[in-house]
């Protein structure tokens, strides 16, 4: 039986040649070397049987971590609208204002009864001086200036409130009332959030909850932003949803420029190891749906068909296809044929 193996092997590979023919990938490796081929010199590597870490993988999906819809403080027309979905803003940066003419007028009377609160009490105070009033008479007239006082400045924060301003550096990202609508408080007018600070938000089941902490790192794909980043923990949900069974986990993302609110991501979460054989990315060659390598038998290359799986590192997983032990052709050269004598290795 083991003496069909090489056979059973070197048929493998005519097929791999003949299906890469008849999808007109006849490219580099195609063919057999002919008899006389020359020994060509190449570099190999053993496959290693290691130890491979289990994932799972769940998926969710990127949202901010800052984020808020921002309403007006007090009610009003709007008057004016500043700010469009997509701009870039400043915290304290003027969104919109709203038309307070009621305000404004009632700011206008606390002023002016500031002012003649003001004028009694200097004069009172001359003449408490000389005795010519009595101490409570005074002292009323200097409550009345307190609060007097105090109502300007409650009034002014009100019209001051009109003007709807960004609580933090971020982007616009809806406008929820146009110029003329009625603003209230805690009806939103814009939603902001800060695109630099991101995180990935994933459901997680019963059985992986309890391996999970705050703090803890695990490998993150963001498919959209073509990027593997490292998200962190930040917060957990002690309870589950009734609904799906799951524990919500949020998984705080570093900057990167092409990472956008609502992308789609997926999580790796650590299942413990199995074995598997590992071999250098550099000596897997794809051609259409096939994979294969060069496997070094006997100082002769014999193309072999495998099927990989990740690729980590540097170094890319076969799941069939070649034996722990057995030397392959790293970064194999394009007149290399299957066949053909090594030199080398």
């Known amino acids: 039986m083991d003496s069909l193996l090489p056979r059973l092997r070197h048929a493998s590979a005519a097929a791999a040649l003949l299906a890469l023919a008849a999808c007109g990938g006849g490219g580099p490796h195609a063919s057999f070397a002919p008899e006389d081929a020359e020994p060509v010199a190449v570099a ?13 993988e769940v998926v969710g999906t990127v949202r901010p971590r800052k984020e808020a819809q921002v309403s007006a403080k007090v009610t009003g027309r709007l008057l004016e609208m500043h700010a469009v979905p997509g701009m870039r803003v400043k915290a304290g940066d003027v969104l919109a204002k709203l038309e307070v003419g009621e305000l404004d ?6 002023e002016a009864a500031l002012v003649q609160a003001d004028r009694d009490l200097a004069r009172l105070r001359n ?20 609060m007097a006082a105090a109502t300007v400045a409650e009034t002014r924060t009100m019209v001051e409130n009109a003007t709807v301003t960004a609580p933090f550096d971020g982007t616009v990202t809806r406008k929820f009332l146009e110029p003329g609508d009625l ?14 600070l991101l995180r990935l938000e994933i459901h ?8 999970l902490a705050l703090g803890a790192t695990f490998r993150v794909e963001v498919s959209g932003a073509g990027a593997e980043l490292d998200g962190v923990v930040g917060e957990l949900s002690p309870s589950a949803d ?47 749906q096939m994979d294969y390598v060069f496997v070094a038998e006997e100082g002769v290359a014999r193309l072999r068909i495998v099927s990989v799986g990740a690729t980590r590192e540097g170094r890319t997983e076969i799941l ?12 194999p050269p394009p007149s290399l044929r299957d066949g053909q004598p090594l030199a080398g290795g």
């Open 127 to 146: 003449l408490r001086d000389t005795g010519a009033i009595a101490v409570a008479d005074y002292e009323q007239a200097e409550s009345r200036q307190g």
């Open 183 to 196: 603003g209230t408080p805690g009806r939103a007018i814009f939603s902001m959030e800060d695109p630099s």
């Open 105 to 110: 007028a009632a700011l206008a009377r606390a």
């Open 320 to 331: 069939a296809g070649l034996d722990g032990g057995e030397s392959v052709v790293v970064s």
């Open 242 to 288: 009734v609904g799906s069974r799951t524990f919500l986990a949020k998984l705080d993302l570093p900057p990167h420029q092409d990472l956008r609110a609502g992308q789609f991501g997926r999580a790796f979460l650590p299942r413990g190891d199995r074995d598997g054989l590992l071999v250098p990315a550099a000596a897997v060659i794809s051609r259409g």
């Open 204 to 211: 997680v089941g019963e059985s992986l909850a309890g391996t």
């Open 44 to 56: 190999t590597a053993v496959v290693e049987a290691l130890a491979v870490p289990v994932y799972e």
